[in-house]
């Protein structure tokens, strides 16, 4: 697995998504990592970058979990996104003079930040990597209409079995082998913020799928004991990423 390093003291940003689709060489990975600023620690609960903010950088998460959410107009949250390690966060608001979205570090982070100005230049230093992030960002999307799919249209049970699924495939991507059991530091509240119900409906459900078999929890561990019958019954087709790339620039020797 590829990954990026500050200095030979500082956490690793993991390419490991980027490299689902194909490796970025070397070459490009020592360009990227010098757009990046210094390490810096974020504590659990504060604001990276909060809703309305003018965007000037996104940020390379290296370690901890973070997510993205809006503001609704009755005071209330939607959470977006649940970010990873190897995650870019922020990078939907490069399209807008306001940021759409609040960046808050779930558990203590350590992140990097990069220009928009910095970042521009990738685009002409390095166009295959700046191509990867691209069709990264796209998968992204396609998960986010997956989820409003999701939420507009499935059951509760289906909701949360298609984000345990998701969940769990994706650190499956930044720690491969990591099996079936897996911790989060996630509370019933933001769960049910990122599937759209509230914390007694998301712990009634959960006990739902435990009492059919799929799952098994013990406080924030979840061990998925059905992962085929988790995914057919979140009824969300599963997605094969694409194998043609050859339309992509060329990688840098």
Avoid at 120 to 141: D, I, Y
Avoid at 162 to 190: A, I, K, M, S, Y
């Amino acid at each position: 697995m590829h990954a990026i390093f500050a200095d030979s003291s500082s956490p690793s940003f993991s390419t490991a998504r980027l490299a689902e689709f194909r490796s970025p060489s070397p070459a490009e990975l020592e360009i990227f990592s010098s757009l990046a600023g210094p390490v810096q620690q974020v504590a659990r609960n504060r604001t990276i970058r909060r809703e309305g903010d003018t965007p000037q950088s996104i940020y390379m998460l290296l370690e901890g979990w973070a997510i993205s959410s809006m503001t609704l107009a009755d005071g209330g949250r939607q959470i977006l996104k649940v970010h990873l390690p190897g995650d870019i966060l922020g990078t939907p608001s490069m399209a807008l003079d306001r940021a759409a979205e609040t960046l808050t570090a779930l558990t203590p982070v350590k992140l990097r930040s990069i220009s928009l100005s910095a970042f521009g230049s990738l685009f002409t230093r390095a166009p295959h990597m700046a191509a990867l992030m691209f069709l990264s960002v796209q998968q992204e999307r396609v998960m986010l209409m997956d989820r409003l799919c999701s939420i507009g249209r499935t059951s509760a049970e289906s909701r949360l079995a298609d984000f345990l699924v998701h969940l769990h495939g994706r650190l499956n991507v930044v720690h491969p082998g990591t099996g079936p059991r897996f911790e989060h530091p996630l509370t019933q509240e933001q769960i049910g913020d990122v599937i759209g119900l509230t914390a007694v409906h998301v712990n009634r459900v959960f006990r739902t799928l435990e009492d059919k078999g799929l799952i098994l929890r013990d406080g924030h561990m979840i061990e998925l004991l059905n992962v085929p019958g988790l995914r057919k019954l979140s009824g969300v087709p599963t997605r094969t990423l694409a194998q043609d790339l050859s339309w992509l620039p060329k990688p840098l020797p």
